[in-house]
């Protein structure tokens, strides 16, 4: 949401505020938070394949140096 202002909270006050729910509410907070665990994993473990992929070819010698890059797009290559 555009606007949207972010206040700092302690982790207790949040956890007794949590505590005042009612029960239906928490129900909503948790499957939300459920929600957001599930994408934040998933985009984690995407990160975490994308990192170990340049690093195997890194290793194997498949890269290219900036240098070489730049070479190459100024036709020098």
């Known amino acids: 949401m555009a606007g949207d202002i972010k206040v700092p909270v ?6 007794g505020s ?4 009612s029960l239906e509410d928490k129900v909503l907070l948790r499957e939300s938070l459920d ?15 994308e990192v170990r ?4 070819a ?7 140096s900036v240098e070489d890059y730049l070479t ?5 290559g």
Do not use: K, W
């Open 10 to 15: 302690p982790f207790e006050t949040l956890l």
């Open 18 to 21: 949590i505590a005042e729910l």
């Open 35 to 49: 929600e957001q665990i599930e994408v934040e994993a998933e985009e984690s473990a995407e990160t975490g394949i």
């Open 53 to 56: 992929e340049a690093r195997d």
């Open 58 to 64: 890194y290793e194997r010698g498949d890269y290219v």
């Open 72 to 76: 190459r797009r100024q036709g020098g």
